[in-house]
């Protein structure tokens, strides 16, 4: 486990442009989570308690809890995915690999469509605490399930909630890895040393995403989330005429992809076209081009 870097940049930026001489990146990172949720039916030894309600069934089946999520692989994913293709606009699947398990016809839609598969971990759980051993056969396992399923292996990680201690440097021993999303700490894309060897880290964000509608309900109406999202764009966008800035954007399946809350994505893909300015690209692009331009020596 590295020290915690308080640090970062300092502002001192590096003189990063992307495609297009544009300033700002946005990744849009639509979660894939629907039959990776715990659940007694699954064999699992607990149920799910968030989802439209915070509430756990202990015992026995949540019969509710699984149809709110059954809803995601249903419908959202369909009206989520086409409302970003209307717009033009490069998606990445952040995708548990018992999900794509569960639902194959959302990893050959992903491979059809162009879509980036992330992978987001065997199920939906944290990693932190998780014996080693356990931590990299899991790692395999979901390398391997997404490559059958999905026709490519993922080259980027994010785990849900936290990562443990070794999960980087296991994704570096495990080879084919490009970056992982797992830190929250930064606006642009940086390099860590893992194993003795440069690493990259994208980060993602849990303010300019659709969780908010469950995690805080900071979030009632869609413009709610458009709001905010366009606020953080247009902020980065203003900076990044000086300097390189990158934007996430964290969408769920059973959350946004609801009819009441789907208007606010499209809201703020609107909003992006009319001001341009911006590369949307998925995560692998991102990283790709970050290497290409700004490799480790040269950071």
């Not at 020290?3 to 894939?32: E, H, K």
């Not at 598969?117 to 065997?122: A, N």
């Not at 769920?252 to 992006?272: F, M, N, S």
């Amino acid at each position: 486990m590295s020290a915690r870097d308080f640090s970062g940049y300092r502002w001192n930026y590096p003189q990063l442009r992307w495609p297009g001489d544009t300033g700002l990146a946005v990744s849009f990172v639509l979660n894939v989570e629907e039959g990776a949720e715990f659940a007694l039916s699954a064999g699992d030894l607990r149920n799910e308690s968030h989802h439209e309600v915070k509430h756990e069934v202990v015992g026995a089946p949540d019969l509710c809890m699984e149809s709110q999520f059954e809803y995601g692989a249903r419908v959202g994913y369909w009206r989520i995915t086409r409302a970003l293709m209307e717009a033009g606009i490069p998606l990445t699947l952040n995708a548990c690999a018992r999900a794509l398990e569960t639902t194959p016809w959302i990893a050959t839609d992903a491979a059809e469509q162009g879509f980036e598969v992330c992978c987001h971990g065997w199920r939906w759980e944290s990693h932190a605490g998780m014996a080693e051993e356990e931590e990299r056969a899991l790692i395999a396992r979901c390398v391997e399930s997404i490559r059958r399923l999905h026709g490519r292996a993922p080259v980027g990680w994010h785990t849900k909630s936290s990562a443990s201690v070794n999960t980087r440097r296991l994704l570096v021993e495990q080879g084919g890895f490009l970056y992982d999303s797992d830190a929250y700490n930064d606006d642009l894309p940086y390099y860590v040393r893992v194993a003795g060897r440069p690493h990259l880290v994208l980060p993602y964000a849990f303010d300019t995403n659709d969780m908010r509608f469950f995690d805080s309900y900071a979030y009632v109406r869609g413009s709610d989330f458009a709001d905010y999202a366009i606020d953080a764009f247009d902020a980065l966008l203003a900076e990044s005429r000086a300097t390189p800035r990158m934007l996430s954007i964290g969408l769920h399946t059973r959350i946004i992809g609801r009819p009441g809350r789907i208007e606010g994505l499209r809201q703020l893909t609107r909003h992006i076209a009319q001001r341009g300015g911006a590369w949307c690209a998925t995560r692998e692009q991102i990283a790709r081009h970050w290497l290409a331009h700004m490799p480790p020596e040269a950071a």
